[in-house]
């Protein structure tokens, strides 16, 4: 089993503000992504990293950055937020399997701008 | 385009029920395929992970199997209980990037007691 954290767990800010959405996990995992997902819906592909210093974009990439400086670290900015951010971010980490790669995610950050 | 149907969107049984749930994919030339649940405000759990190459997986009372030349996949509750109440989500993967993990948009269980 994989244990991810993230905080906070909910967050209601001002439009404008710059926010950082943090993720760690101690279990060593190389792989790590953030999801977005809206109520209801599908979840997208933010970005995503492969290790230390690999980060790579996905669908929905293109008001947010990521790092990875640590193994067990994978935070999330927005630079500027805006009401369209307003959503549910998920972090996640892959361990291997008998059968593929097992995704596990943390309980998430719900994201409010106001 | 790849795309992940999970019908019904939602669904309510009475405690102790068999049901099944439906999942289908687009593109029949998947990697694997796996299935989470999901509760109100929290993350993902992985609950069951299907190779390509597999008809089927079980864990406990769940079962899941996979048809890919049909472009589906079920997972099968047996006797349902209210702690299996959640949404429940289905994710194809194409093998390559992790841009390739599609996700259905989840169907919501509620066992009545």
């Known amino acids: 089993e994989a244990d991810i954290y993230q905080t906070p767990r909910y967050l209601v800010i001002g439009t404008g503000k710059k926010i950082t959405l943090e993720c760690s996990q101690t279990m060593g995992h190389d792989k790590m992504y953030w999801y977005q997902q809206d109520p209801g819906m599908e979840l997208h592909l933010i970005h995503y990293s492969y290790g230390v210093n690999s980060t790579e974009k996905g669908d929905l990439s293109s008001e947010s950055t990521v790092s990875r400086i640590r193994t067990e670290h994978f935070p999330l900015t927005l630079e500027s937020a805006r009401p369209s951010h307003t959503s549910q971010y998920l972090c996640?980490?892959?361990?291997?399997?008998?059968?593929?790669?097992?995704?596990?995610f943390g309980s998430g950050t719900q994201l409010s701008v106001l | 385009k790849q795309e992940v149907t999970q019908i019904p969107a939602a669904l309510s049984v009475p405690e102790g029920e068999n049901l099944v749930l439906n999942c289908s994919f687009t593109d029949s030339a998947i990697y694997n395929l796996q299935w989470f649940r999901q509760d109100p405000g929290k993350g993902l759990t992985s609950l069951l992970l299907?190779?390509?190459?597999?008809r089927e997986q079980t864990s406990g009372r769940l079962n899941a199997s996979l048809d890919k030349s049909s472009g589906r996949s079920t997972l099968y509750i047996a006797a349902s209980q209210p702690g299996d109440s959640a949404t429940y989500l289905c994710a194809v993967y194409y093998g390559g990037s992790q841009g390739n993990l599609i996700f259905g948009k989840g169907t919501k269980l509620s066992v009545k007691p």
């Open positions: 996640a980490s892959t361990i291997p399997d008998s059968f593929g790669e097992k995704l596990f």
């Open positions: 299907i190779q390509s190459s597999q």
